[in-house]
């Protein structure tokens, strides 16, 4: 069974800085892309940033220059910096991570900017 293990969301003022972490566990092979997606209240889930196992990357307008994801891909896990928050980044944030055919997300974290 795999499981996306979520850590690092909280509150925080604007301007802050929080680091989330994504471990991933159980019978996963053949990792590609993980990246992190997010999901405000009353509006569609989005990218936020994602990176292949080329170490190609790819950021949403809105976070570049401010967000920065990285994986271990010894440890099946990966990360994002957020600094420079923003109220408009509130969110909850969700892990994904596509492997092979298979696709699969976690549970999510809340992320609270406050002004």
């Known amino acids: 069974q795999v499981r996306l293990v979520e850590s690092g969301g909280g509150l925080v003022q604007a301007g802050g800085s929080l680091r989330l972490s994504c471990a991933a566990s159980?019978?996963?092979?053949?990792?590609?892309?993980m990246g992190w997606y997010r999901q405000a209240p009353g509006k569609q889930r989005e990218m936020v940033a994602i990176?292949?196992?080329?170490?190609?990357?790819t950021y949403a307008d809105s976070v570049k220059g401010r967000f920065t994801i990285s994986r271990d891909n010894a440890r099946d896990t990966v990360y994002l910096q957020m600094n420079s928050l923003k109220p408009g980044d509130t969110a909850v944030y969700y892990c994904?991570?596509?492997?092979?055919?298979?696709?699969?997300w976690g549970q999510g974290t809340q992320v609270t900017v406050s002004s």
């Open positions: 159980g019978n996963i092979f053949r990792i590609n892309i």
């Open positions: 990176t292949a196992t080329t170490g190609t990357t």
């Open positions: 994904n991570v596509n492997a092979g055919p298979r696709e699969y």
